[in-house]
């Protein structure tokens, strides 16, 4: 078998004294899209952010590509590939939406493509419109395109995505559905963290559900239906 975009074995983090993953495990195939399900506070953010090296303590393995990144620091684990959406955008609100697109350097190191400008205003029409629009003017829905454009811009083949429906106009939900399946029959390898399950049903090839800091359940879509009332057990509130 070809050798994983991202593996995790053992994983434990910490925020401080807080002990966060209890020994995550899961992998990721290139050009597979992942979706971290589970309650709120069970450590799916985490995860994403001790894939990143944006923990405090990190113990266990995190490979990219076959490259151990558990002793790399943030800059380090980016330029292997990898690109961060967090829940809260960081857009800068003083830069226009084309400054801030242009804002992340390429990635030397990354095995992906960097897209164009153009490539990504024609995916993301909205962006193109409103290219000139300070970070504030923007919508939510549009500041999320221009999180995960800006991040297609640098060459990241591995994309970290955090609710990145959340809060959103239906209108725009389908959008951002069309550009992950886009993204996919691209080869691009996503992980994403998700609340709308009816948004992340559908995208993903294999769910794995978090619950007190470790894996619980890990399936592939297919199976999908007959996990559906083990589903309802473990997220619900």
């Not at 910490?14 to 979706?35: A, C, F, K, N, P």
């Not at 084309?98 to 350097?105: A, S």
Request: proline fraction near 5%; glycine fraction near 10%.
């Amino acid at each position: 078998m070809a050798t994983p975009a991202l593996e995790i074995k053992g994983l434990n983090a910490w925020y401080g004294e807080s002990h966060i993953l209890h020994g995550i495990d899961l992998s990721v195939q290139s050009g597979q899209v992942v979706t971290l399900l589970g309650r709120n506070g069970a450590g799916r953010t985490t995860t994403l952010r001790a894939i990143m090296g944006l923990t405090g303590l990190r113990k266990g393995s995190i490979k990219v590509h076959g490259t151990e990144t558990i002793g790399l620091p943030t800059h380090r684990i980016a330029h292997l590939g990898i690109g961060y959406c967090p829940e809260e955008r960081g857009i800068f609100a003083a830069l226009t939406a084309e400054e801030n697109l242009r804002l992340p350097p390429k990635l030397t190191a990354g095995r992906g493509k960097a897209m164009t400008e153009a490539e990504l205003y024609q995916m993301f029409p909205n962006l193109g419109e409103r290219r000139q629009s300070p970070g504030t003017r923007l919508s939510g829905g549009e500041q999320q395109m221009l999180a995960v454009a800006r991040i297609l811009r640098t060459g990241a083949d591995i994309l970290l995505l955090d609710e990145i429906s959340e809060g959103l106009a239906p209108v725009i939900v389908q959008a951002l559905a069309r550009m992950i399946t886009s993204l996919k029959a691209q080869g691009f390898t996503i992980v994403m963290v998700e609340q709308n399950f009816r948004f992340a049903a559908p995208l993903a090839d294999h769910f794995h559900v978090i619950e007190h800091g470790q894996v619980v359940e890990s399936f592939p879509a297919a199976q999908l239906p007959e996990k559906q009332r083990v589903l309802d057990e473990l997220l619900s509130v």
